[in-house]
C-alpha cells in the first residue's frame, strides 16, 4: 500500500476526488443500496462511491453484497460517444480498465473470464455492471457499475452468495488501500473509455490476451434459460463469445460462462 492507511479505513471525499482529477465529480457516501442505482441518475462525469454498499446489484438480476469496508464499489456515468453498436464493448473496456489496475497494484496475475468477472487465480475478485439509462441531455448515458472484493476474508465470503469460486486480494496476498486502488482503476477506465471512443474496432484486440475464456471447454448459461457447451473459441467485431457447439459456431452477446475443467 503506498497510502498510510488499511484497507478497511473509511474512505474520504477529498483523497478521492482529488485522485480522480477534474474530469469526473465523486460524491461519496458512508452506506448507499447501490451505486448503479444512485448514478442512474447522472449527469455524465459523476463518480457515486459507498464506503458501504448494503443493496448492491449484479448481472443477471443478481444481489452484490459485501460486508463493511471490504470492497471498493462504485459507479461512473459516461457518455461513450460511440454508436450503438459499440455499446456491447463498454464491459470489456471496463474488464481491461480493472485487470490493467490490479496488474499493476499487486502483481498478481489476472484475467477477464468473458465479458467482464476480473479473475485472480482463476477465482473472481471483481463485478461490472454496466447499465444504459436514459439520461437528462441528448442521448443516452452508461452507468458503469464496479465491486472489486479488496479485503473480504475466506470466513466472510463463505456467508455471501458468492461461493469458492471468488476471492479477494487479500486472500490472494495482496493488501490494498481501496482509495489507492480507486485511483488507478479510474485513471485506466479513463484511458480505456478514450481508446473505445477513438478507435472502437481496436478494442477487441486488446481485449483477447486478457480473456482467459478462450480456448476453454465452456458452459454458456443463456438468457432463455438453455445451455450452450462447448469450446469458446474467439471473440467477434462486436465483442461477442464465439462457441464452438455442437452445431457449429454461436455468438453469444449475454451469458454467465463457466469455466469446465476437464477430469483429471
Ligand atoms: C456481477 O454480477 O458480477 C456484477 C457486480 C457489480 C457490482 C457493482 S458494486 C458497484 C456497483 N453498484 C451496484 O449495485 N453494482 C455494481
Redesign the pocket.
Known amino acids: 500500500m503506498t497510502s498510510l492507511d488499511s484497507p478497511r479505513s473509511p474512505l474520504d471525499q477529498a483523497a478521492l476526488a482529488t485522485l480522480a482529477g477534474s474530469q469526473w465529480k465523486v460524491s461519496l457516501h458512508e452506506e448507499a443500496p447501490?451505486?448503479?442505482?444512485l448514478a442512474a441518475a447522472g449527469p455524465a462525469g459523476a463518480v457515486v462511491v459507498a464506503d458501504h454498499?448494503t443493496a448492491?446489484?449484479?448481472?443477471l438480476d443478481?444481489d452484490?453484497l459485501t460486508p463493511a469496508g471490504s470492497a471498493l464499489?462504485?459507479?461512473a456515468v459516461v457518455d461513450p460517444g460511440v454508436a450503438d453498436q459499440h455499446w456491447p464493448l463498454l464491459p470489456l473496456v471496463t474488464g481491461i480498465a480493472v485487470a490493467t489496475a490490479i496488474r499493476s497494484a499487486t502483481e498478481l496475475p489476472v484475467s477477464l473470464k468473458w465479458p467482464n468477472?476480473v479473475l485472480v487465480n482463476d477465482r473472481k475478485v471483481c463485478?461490472?455492471?454496466v447499465e444504459r439509462v436514459p439520461g437528462s441531455g441528448a442521448g443516452p448515458l452508461a452507468v458503469i457499475?464496479?465491486?472489486i472484493n479488496v479485503d473480504i476474508t475466506e470466513d466472510e465470503l463463505a456467508a455471501t452468495t458468492f461461493g469458492s469460486t471468488a476471492t479477494s486480494l487479500s486472500i490472494e496476498g495482496s493488501a490494498v488501500s481501496r482509495t489507492d486502488l480507486f485511483g488507478s482503476v479510474l485513471a485506466a477506465l479513463t484511458e480505456e473509455l478514450a481508446a473505445l471512443e477513438g478507435q472502437p474496432t481496436t478494442v477487441v484486440d486488446s481485449y483477447r490476451p486478457w480473456c482467459g475464456t478462450l480456448g476453454q471447454r465452456v458452459d454458456v448459461h443463456l438468457p432463455d434459460g438453455s445451455t450452450l457447451t462447448g469450446e469458446a473459441d474467439s471473440i467477434d467485431a462486436e465483442g461477442r463469445l464465439v462457441v464452438q457447439g455442437p452445431q457449429g459456431p454461436v455468438a453469444v452477446g449475454a451469458g454467465d460462462v463457466v469455466h469446465v475443467r476437464p477430469a483429471v
Not at 34 to 37: K, P
Not at 56 to 59: A, D, F, H, N, S
Open positions: 447501490s451505486t448503479n442505482a454498499q448492491g446489484r449484479g448481472r443478481r452484490w464499489t462504485f459507479s468477472d463485478g461490472i455492471l457499475g464496479i465491486g
